[in-house]
């Protein structure tokens, strides 16, 4: 229905009775509108800001929110005024959509922000007006490619179980997932950086024989040539059949234009072996060494410039385009012209019209090499002619194609520059995770602190306030635990027991896999590297002792240890042990699941009362105890028994 | 009718160029902006009260901020009721109908004053109206080309999409059924006295003239 009108739909109705004496049956009855309300001011307050409109305006589009009673649920009774906690200024658009039947795209709002307010209030963004229609779209693309890019990041993480294929493939395209793959990108480069370089070399003079003039390089040391040949040739044909063996669509890689590229590299030289010296092919074979110049264009794997640089050329097809055409028109009318205009002058070197081409060319690209000049006066008026257009002509595509580099190459600028950013971000977003896991178990010790002090007749005086929110979180995950009958500890408790079961031969752990960020990654791996023996003066005398926590004492010496002043909280840790928790861990027989957020322990931890515990740990760097890969490397989500 | 205030606001923009150039005699803007009689000599003239009429300008004035509708405004707020035909050529004789003083605009009183007669009138000034949307050049009868047009122009408006399918003829058969019914002496015009007379002894006609008056 013609909402956008429905103030004219009284009109319309009235407008009927054109039809009625011309009617032959009877007309049906028409409907009653039995709430018969005056029509009455709503007043929304949306935070704060009071709008205020008839009620029939927002009646006008029944299928959002306003419109419908949808709006009901927000309500105030008190104030007598509908509520919205959302922002004032976007809803200004959002009402005036209502009033004028036109939704607009104000240019300083944010694309995002604007289209969650449309969503909240029911409002699709395909009727936003003409006037602000192609901004909004390009708007929303930019941002779609920005977060485009955002998102190709996270596929060079690495999946758990990936083929060794995959792996490979992995490797080639992303050289710094793994140091094999760094190797093998340098050594490529390396090869054809030397087979560019002997190819140039090879036709240098090397200075003379006894007898014969200079003759270059390649002819005089023909076997050195041939073996460097020999081996990148070879180091390429590897490369490239691995890459065929690891591409995941073996049809989609031979066609693609880095592949080709390897190919016409590398087929000379093979169609040089198979060829023996036959006179009448020997020509063919040596045209065939300038395919070799291609190698250089294998670069471009390693170049991000280069890329660029070919996808804007690739992009910029139709300018390109353009220029040649309007070139190749402008060439061939002056040409003709200068040939007409120089056929009188004796010993003119314009003999044809496309030996003027020449002459044409070299003039509008204002190069002038000065091998073929006019000599007659209209000759010479046309040149100038000729090459003031040329200018002119060359000079008005390229702005388009340089303004398409620009905006290509800032893309890549901007990725570039938002993943560096995003190692500082998702570091301070990682600390800001691990506060809140923390304070969890923060808490828990506070617990058991409050406890243990009731216990010993202590006033608690460091009753930190928790608020509501947060308590109410606590018990949330408390709930969990009892569900699970496991508690959550912090990484170096986990570690500490991982450890010891490994050394007990336990053979159960399984590290159950989520998806988490992959900081942890270098995190963990980074464990692999830092132990620190920890004085066995540290660990508080309440620990029950069983069997397994006599390997605990053993093992004390042994400690992973992730890089910050921490230690001091293990050992705080360990008073979560409580004696009923024993008997269970026994029985258990050390079985380790992983279940939850392991991330680094923020030094927030370092904050808490030093008080109770021994002296603080050493930290130094001994020999390492490689921990099994289980822990690096993999994304895990970890919880221990007790 | 009362005279019409009409403030006819001219502007002309000068560019930097002088005068002399045509084209910037092209930029003259001139907008016509329209406002009508003060609330109680509309009420006093229509049928309809203070509120309803606030409502109904509230309305139209959201649509045509100028006062003033203009033909093509009027086409295309009526063919939005009317979405599956095309509602244009009847839209058009309606404009005439409305537009009483024949100045090629519809303002607010030409509007109200319409759907006064429309929707608080009496039977016989309604038929008077229909009438006079029947007869297209006022000339006090209506032909049958003239009823042929109008028909036209209401089957126009169902669009193609109909059951049973609409065919050539049947705008002029239900000319000629109209006519049987209304032209008494047949003498291939329809007055007015004639279409008062038939409408007042067709049941349905009158039953239907009653429809819509709880509207506003």
């Given at each position: 229905m013609a909402t956008g009108v429905a103030a004219w739909l009284p009109f319309a109705r009235a407008a009927a009775i054109g039809w009625m004496p011309v009617a032959n049956c009877p007309m049906p009855i028409a409907p009653r509108?039995?709430?018969?309300?005056?029509d009455e001011l709503i007043i929304l307050n949306v935070s704060g800001r009071r709008f205020q409109t008839w009620r029939t305006t927002l009646d006008?589009?029944?299928?959002?929110l306003l419109g419908s009673s949808e709006k009901d649920f927000f309500y105030n009774e008190d104030t007598k005024e509908y509520f919205f906690d959302r922002d004032p200024d976007a809803f200004r658009s959002i009402l005036n959509f209502y009033r004028t039947g036109k939704l607009h795209y104000p240019?300083?709002?944010c694309i995002s922000a604007y289209d969650e307010e449309l969503t909240f209030f029911g409002?699709?963004?395909?009727?936003?007006?003409d006037c602000c229609y192609e901004e909004y779209k390009d708007r929303k693309r930019e941002n779609l490619e920005r977060l485009q890019d955002d998102q190709e990041e996270t596929k060079d993480m690495k999946l758990p179980n990936m083929s060794f294929r995959e792996t490979m493939w992995r490797a080639f395209e992303n050289p710094h997932t793994s140091t094999m793959a760094l190797v093998f990108y340098y050594v490529t480069g390396f090869f054809i950086a030397i087979s560019v370089i002997t190819n140039v070399v090879e036709?240098?003079?090397?200075g003379s024989t006894?007898?014969?003039?200079?003759?270059?390089c390649g002819e005089r040391y023909t076997v050195a040539f041939f073996c460097i040949d020999t081996a990148c040739v070879m180091i390429f044909t590897v490369e490239y059949l691995l890459r065929l063996f690891a591409a995941p669509s073996r049809y989609r890689f031979m066609r693609s234009v880095m592949s080709i590229i390897d190919v016409v590299a590398i087929l000379p030289y093979y169609i040089g072996l198979v060829m023996t010296n036959n006179e009448d092919v020997s020509g063919a074979f040596v045209t065939l060494r300038?395919?070799?110049?291609?190698?250089?264009?294998?670069f471009s794997r390693h170049s991000q410039g280069l890329r660029i640089l070919g996808y804007t050329l690739k992009s910029c097809a139709s300018e390109l385009g353009f220029l040649l055409f309007s070139l190749t028109m402008a060439i061939i009318i002056f040409a003709t012209v200068m040939f007409y205009a120089e056929?009188?002058?004796?010993?003119?070197?314009?003999?044809s019209i496309p030996a003027s081409f020449w002459y044409t060319i070299v003039t509008m690209t204002t190069?002038?090499?000065?091998?073929m000049v006019p000599k007659t006066i209209a000759g010479k008026i046309f040149g100038s002619i000729c090459s003031l257009s040329g200018v002119l002509v060359i000079a008005l595509p390229v702005p388009v194609i340089v303004s398409n580099f620009s905006r290509i190459y800032h893309q890549n600028q901007r990725a570039d520059k938002r993943r560096a950013q995003k190692k500082a971000r998702m570091a301070r977003i990682r600390i800001a995770k691990s506060g809140s896991a923390n304070a969890f178990l923060q808490s828990k010790r506070n617990g058991l602190l409050s406890e243990l002090l009731e216990l010993t007749g202590k006033?608690?005086?460091?009753?930190k306030s928790v608020s509501l929110l947060e308590s109410q979180h606590h018990h949330l995950l408390h709930c969990l635990e009892k569900t699970t009958a496991h508690e959550f500890v912090d990484e170096q408790m986990y570690e500490q027991n991982f450890l010891e079961t490994a050394l007990q031969t336990f053979p159960s752990h399984s590290p159950s896999t989520a998806s988490h960020d992959s900081p942890a990654v270098t995190c963990c791996s980074r464990k692999e590297r830092r132990n620190t023996p920890l004085?066995?003066?540290?660990?508080?005398?309440s620990h029950p002792s069983s069997a397994h926590q006599s390997a605990l004492h053993e093992l004390s010496a042994i400690r992973i240890h992730?890089?910050?002043?921490?230690?001091h909280s293990t050992s705080r840790s360990?008073?979560?042990?409580k004696p009923d928790d024993s008997s269970r861990i026994n029985s258990k027989s050390g079985r380790i699941t992983t279940a939850i957020i392991s991330l680094?322990?923020?030094?927030?931890?370092?904050?808490?009362?030093?008080?109770?515990?021994?002296?603080l740990q050493r930290r130094s760097h001994p020999p390492s105890i490689q921990t099994t890969?289980?822990?690096?490397?993999i994304n895990i989500v970890k919880v221990s028994a007790l | 009718m009362d005279p019409r205030r009409v403030l006819t606001v001219s502007a002309r923009v000068d560019a930097a160029?002088?005068?002399?150039?045509?084209?910037?005699?092209?930029?003259e803007l001139s907008t016509v902006r329209h406002r009508p009689e003060g609330l109680e000599q509309l009420e006093a003239q229509t049928r309809f009260s203070r509120k309803e009429l606030q409502i109904l300008y509230r309305g139209f004035k959201n649509e045509c901020p100028s006062g003033v509708v203009n033909e093509e405004t009027f086409k295309d707020i009526y063919s939005q009721f009317f979405p599956?035909?095309?509602a244009s050529t009847y839209a058009h004789f309606l404009f005439n109908a409305f537009?009483?003083?024949?100045?090629g605009s519809v303002s607010f009183e030409d509007f109200v004053m319409g759907l006064s007669i429309l929707l608080r009138g009496t039977v016989q000034e309604k038929l008077i109206w229909a009438f006079n949307l029947y007869?297209?050049?006022?000339?006090?009868y209506i032909s049958k080309e003239e009823m042929l047009d109008i028909m036209k122009a209401i089957y126009d408006?169902?669009?193609?999409?109909?059951y049973p399918v609409l065919k050539e003829e049947t705008p002029r058969q239900h000319v000629e059924v109209f006519f049987q019914k209304m032209?008494?002496?047949?003498?291939?015009v329809v007055t007015i006295d004639e279409f008062i007379d038939s409408c007042q002894n067709d049941e349905n006609i009158m039953r239907s003239m009653h429809l819509f008056e709880n509207v506003l």
């Open positions: 509108d039995n709430t018969k309300r005056q006008r589009y029944p299928d959002t240019r300083h709002e409002i699709i963004p395909e009727i936003i007006g036709t240098v003079p090397c006894f007898n014969q003039k200079d003759m270059p300038v395919f070799r110049v291609f190698r250089i264009f294998k056929k009188g002058s004796s010993s003119s070197k314009f003999t190069l002038g090499y000065g091998d006033d608690e005086e460091d009753q004085p066995s003066a540290g660990l508080p005398p992730c890089g910050d002043p921490l230690s360990n008073l979560n042990v680094p322990s923020p030094p927030a931890l370092s904050s808490d009362g030093d008080g109770l515990h021994g002296p890969a289980s822990s690096a490397g | 160029v002088s005068s002399t150039d045509s084209v910037e005699d092209e930029l599956q035909g095309d537009d009483t003083d024949h100045n007869d297209i050049n006022k000339d006090g408006m169902m669009g193609k999409c109909t032209d008494k002496n047949k003498d291939g």
